[in-house]
């Protein structure tokens, strides 16, 4: 079974402060994603990567940015967390060739 | 940019009623569609999918979608839901040469025992 686990359940972050959440798949994809999920408004991509090293971005990557060193792992990053950014985080994967993605459980970010 | 509308955002059922809901996307060439489902308090997994083939697809617990080219649909159909079925529903589409996937709003349907 594909596996991917994201480092927090909840996070409660301070405004400013610099946001890291970690996404981490154990089945070699090539392909990696992070969405946020608001109610009334589904998923939404920030941002994805396509291969180590490479970053494409979604349909709303303001205020954040993304780091692959490594194919399993996939971090996203709050420069200076703002409150419109309290959500829920998503990472998934997939193998390519527009594959079904497999999600991770997903990260609620509060940002007060 | 693709485009993938869900017309039902909230849907409330008694058991053993029949289910529909509503997904069409806009995109000319050929594309690769998919329901997703998140239980509450879980992660959203896949429920069903086509390529290609029978435009009658059938997934897990029951639930069914039929691709309809001409009216660029993909609507999910259940015969008879259960009060387990509570969730949010996720239609997606991709083009079969993209990498990037496109998803509904969702609809929420709760199942009233």
């Known amino acids: 079974d594909v596996k991917v686990t994201q480092s927090s359940r909840y996070l409660v972050k301070r405004t400013g402060e610099k946001v890291f959440l970690e996404c981490v798949q154990d089945m070699d994809h090539e392909n990696m994603f992070w969405y946020r999920q608001d109610p009334g408004l589904g998923l939404r991509l920030i941002y994805f990567s396509y291969d180590v090293k490479m970053k494409e971005k979604g349909d709303i990557p303001e205020g954040y940015s993304v780091s692959r060193e490594k194919k399993e792992r996939f971090s996203l990053i709050l420069e200076s967390a703002s409150t419109n950014q309290t959500s829920m985080y998503l990472c998934?994967?997939?193998?390519?060739?527009?594959?079904?993605?497999?999600f991770g459980p997903g990260t609620r970010l509060t940002v007060t | 940019a693709q485009s993938v509308s869900q017309h039902n955002h909230h849907v409330i059922l008694s058991e053993a009623a029949s289910l529909e809901l509503g997904c069409n996307y806009s995109y000319g060439g050929t594309v690769n569609l998919f329901w997703y489902v998140q239980y509450p308090g879980q992660h959203l997994q896949l429920l069903l999918k086509y390529f290609s083939g029978d435009p009658l697809v059938k997934g897990i617990k029951g639930f069914e979608a039929e691709f309809i080219k001409s009216k660029f649909s993909f609507n999910l159909r259940k015969p008879s839901v259960q009060w387990s079925d509570t969730a949010e529903y996720f239609c997606?589409?991709?083009?079969?040469?993209?990498?990037?996937?496109?998803f509904g709003t969702g609809t929420s349907l709760t199942v009233i025992p």
């Open positions: 998934a994967s997939d193998r390519g060739n527009s594959y079904e993605q497999y």
């Open positions: 997606a589409v991709t083009s079969n040469t993209g990498n990037q996937f496109y």
